[in-house]
């Protein structure tokens, strides 16, 4: 288990919605969902890779955002209105292994990569895949999200955005800004922050 599972241990079976508005989902149904696609990432890179998510806070997104850290995976979530030069920028830092992102972004970034996949290219079933995810214990020193954000200088800047040895209480408390660009931080680098997994298990 890591952080993802902690934060469903006692909601994973709730039949309540998780989301309401245009989209709406159930914590029982979301669960299933992220479950089974963290296994289908595991089979296609397995773990310990970059994956990049662009996409606006939707259905598209929370699932995608849960399945990667879940997968075992390091996700690296960006603004979908980044500049093309700060996306070149990361992608050519972090050489992600997957991308997922909407049509609208990958037309806007004119991407051509066959690195990605967008909401209508998601596998339509996932019923083979189990709703657990057998594997070792998750390290706690694995990293499980890189934010970029825009820094004040032309050299990007680095910083953990949790203690080296955290547990669950740190993780709830650490806030960290989302990632951004635009023109008022043109020919700025972005600045890089580090969040790591977290076992369900925490100190009392």
Known sequence: M??????????????????????EISYRDLYKSYN????????MVGTDKH???????????L???????????????????IEKENYRYIHELTEPKLIFLTREVEKRLELNSDQAWYP?????????YPEEIPGSEFDR?????IIFTSGSTGKPKGSNGLPQKPDCQHFFNCRV???????????????????????SSHPS
Request: proline share 7%; glycine share 6%; aromatic share 10%.
């Open 2 to 23: 890591n952080a993802i599972d902690y934060f469903f241990e006692n909601t994973c079976q709730l039949d309540k919605p998780f989301l309401i508005g245009k989209e």
């Open 36 to 43: 089974h696609l963290a296994k289908w990432i595991n089979e």
């Open 51 to 61: 994956i990049i998510l662009l996409s606006v806070n939707n259905l598209f997104f």
């Open 63 to 81: 699932k995608m955002y849960l399945a990667i850290i879940k997968s075992g995976n390091i996700c690296i979530p960006l603004d979908p209105g």
């Open 120 to 128: 209508d290219t998601l596998p339509s079933s996932v019923e083979d």
């Open 141 to 145: 020193e694995r990293c499980a999200e």
């Open 177 to 199: 800004p989302a990632a951004h660009s635009g023109r008022q931080n043109a020919g700025r680098a972005p600045v890089l922050l580090l969040l790591w997994v977290i076992p």
